[in-house]
Structures are given as C-alpha cells and as structure tokens.
C-alpha cells in the first residue's frame, strides 16, 4: 500500500484542536452532573429548570461535532502509518494503544469504579462479587463507559485495514481540492437524513448497553471516519481554502445564535423533549438538520481557524497534547470523587458548572500526566 501525500511531522493546530476536544468532553459530563439531559455514573441536579435548558443547549451544541470530530482526526493519521509502518505492526501497535486500555478498563478499572459508585451514590447493599458477577452484566454489560469511543475506534481502524488489504496496492491518486460549500452543506443534509431515519428507531438518549455505543449519533461518527481517511490523501486539513473555512465559521455562528429556537418547538415546561430526539416528528428532522449542518460548519472552521492563528505550540500546550488521550480514559475516575467531595458546596447549578469546570479540567491534565510518567505508561498512553 503506498503512502498517502506526505504530512507536515507535526501539525501542532491539531494537536491544539485535540486539547480543546477533550476539554469539552470534560465539561459536557460536568453540565450532565449538574443538570443538563445525557448519560453519565452521577447526577447531582435533575429535574426542569432553567439552569437545566442552558446546560443541556450547551452538551447539545458540543455533541453536533466534538466526537465525530475526534474520529475525523484519528482516521486522517491511519493511512500514513498504514502505509510507513506495514499491516502487521500498524495492527500490533493499534491493538497495544487501544486494546490494552480497553482490557484493563474492562476487567480492572470499570468494575471497581462501577461497583464504588454504586455503593456511594446508589446505596448497592451487596459485595463486590454480587455486583461483578450478577449486576453489572444486567445494567452495564462489558462496563466501557466512556471507552466506547476507543473500541469504537478499534473497530473501524481494523475495518479500514481489512478494506486496504482487499482494495489492493494502488497508484496515489490526483489531490481533490477541499470541497466548496455547497458540498459541505449537501453532505451534512445528507448526514442530518440519515441521522433522522437512525433515530426513527432510535431515538437520541437510546444505547445499545452491550458496547455503550450511542446509536443515534453513529451516522456522523463513521461518515467522519471515512471523511477523515479520504482527507488524508488530500491533505485537507492544511488546505481548507480561507474564504470556505470563514464562511463556514459565520453561517456556524448563526445556527448556534438560532438553536435556542428549537426548544420553542417542544413543551419545555413539562420536561418532555422526546419529539426533538427522534421518531416520525417533524421536531426531529429539523433537530437533525441544524445538528448537522452546524457539526459540520463548526468543524471546517476549527480547521481554518486554527491552522490561521494557533499553529504552534509552548511547553504546557505540548505536554497537554501528549496527555489528551490519558485524560479520556481517567477523566471519568477524576470527575466523580471531585464532584461528590463538592457535593455539599451549595451554589446554583450553572455556577457551580464553571467553578468545577475550572478546577477538575487542570486537575485532569495533571493526574494524567503523572499516569504518564510511569515507566512504560506511554507506549500505551
């Protein structure tokens, strides 16, 4: 298989673009704890109110493109290292960077945690064995959690490299230019019907508890997958045209200006949401649409933006990029102790929101590079 265009070594915008990624995850988990709709191991405030609507606008505009963002990414690096280290040993090493995680995770980590949380937040009366042996297969299945996203991602690094093997050697093809905006903006109609039939069924808050896998939101997350690999032999990522990445940026703008409308289109008093999230509603196709569209807009103006003015990198930025992954997989054992030890601190929700959000994102990044500094952690990490 032949090497795709050759890449800058290191782009560190992207790199900058991952930190901000994984800060977000960090702070859509924090807006569930405190109120905002999604699934997370604790909950502190529930109910309607509206604290509870702006957290949960806030989790809703990160979700349109924060993960499929983060396998977009992943998947522009494969074919180069593909194709510069062999099949055999870009499997190998693809296995130890997230099987292993995955396995300790699995079989270590989640069980405990699980079972500790259980004991704290919902009172579980049984022993460690009760719970590992005949709960958490009944609730939780395999226990991944947030490693959803790694598994996940295993499983189409691996699909992609059955599909190069089967595809062949091929001669490099012509560069495409990155796609102009009325491409952009077909591609996410495309995504946003697709997404609306997916949620026909499968409607938004529905998981398929085996995998933890999220099933709604899945259309965007393979299609930026593939989109991602596709980039890569394009180097779209350092090609986004200015004019495109500036236009995609304000029409972005709007749509989150606009989203606050969508609620008006539900009965907020009474909680109930579920026409927005999927069926045959009208709701949710137009739900799906601005999801989408503005996932997507918001993405080719992260790249043009911050390829324009933040590519480049200090010390605490590299060593912040170099932990994004320990953070996803430890963030979730950061969180939860943080957020029941501020458990008594009394504030409203949307404030204690930042305050915590301020403390545990630093925190985060520091616990994780500790777990990096032990010996052999980062070849895995």
């Known amino acids: 298989m032949k090497e795709p265009s050759t890449l800058p070594k290191r782009l560190f915008f992207i790199d900058n673009i991952r930190i901000l990624l994984i800060c977000l995850v960090i702070l859509t988990h924090l807006a569930i704890t405190y109120g905002a709709f999604g699934s997370w191991y604790y909950h502190e405030v529930s109910g309607v109110s509206v604290s509870a609507a702006l957290l949960t606008l806030l989790t809703s505009l990160f979700q349109t493109f924060f993960m499929g963002f983060f396998f977009m990414i992943a998947a522009y690096f494969i074919p180069i290292s593909l194709g510069r280290k062999g099949t055999r040993r870009f499997v190998h090493d693809r296995l ?11 079989l270590l980590i989640s069980p405990i945690f699980g079972y500790l949380v259980a004991r704290s937040i919902e009172g579980f009366p049984g022993s460690f064995s009760n719970w590992y ?17 790694v598994f996940s991602l295993l499983v189409f690094t691996l699909a992609f490299v059955v599909w190069s093997l089967l595809r062949g050697e091929r001669r490099a093809p012509v560069r495409k230019p990155f796609p102009a905006l009325p491409a952009i903006l077909m591609f996410g109609l495309f995504l946003a019907a697709v997404s609306f039939a997916v949620r026909v069924l499968f409607p938004i808050g529905y998981e398929w508890n085996l995998f933890a896998i999220q099933i709604p939101y899945y259309p965007q997350y393979i299609a930026l997958f593939i989109i991602g690999i596709v980039a890569a032999g394009n180097d779209w990522f350092v090609r986004v045209p200015p004019s495109t990445g500036k236009t995609c940026a304000l029409l972005a703008l709007l749509l989150v200006i606009l989203q606050p409308l969508l609620l008006l289109t539900v009965n907020l008093p009474s909680g109930d949401i579920s026409p927005l999230l999927g069926g045959l509603h009208w709701q949710a196709f137009a739900y799906a649409i601005w999801e989408q569209l503005t996932g997507i807009l918001i993405i080719v103006g992260l790249l043009w933006g911050f390829r324009t003015r933040y590519d480049h990198q200090g010390p605490i930025a590299s060593a912040a990029a170099a932990d994004t992954y320990t953070v996803y997989i430890i963030h979730p054992l950061v969180l939860v102790p943080l957020t029941l030890g501020l ?36 070849r895995i990490l």
């Open 343 to 378: 458990q008594a601190v009394v504030l409203p929700p949307v404030p204690k929101f930042l305050a915590v959000s301020a403390l545990a994102i630093p925190l985060c990044f520091i616990i994780a590079h500790l777990v990096r500094s032990i010996p052999g952690a980062k």
């Open 96 to 106: 130890v960077r997230l099987g292993v995680p995955l396995l300790i995770w699995v």
């Open 133 to 149: 042996f005949i709960v958490q297969p009944t609730i939780h299945y395999l226990g991944l959690g947030p490693l959803w996203f």
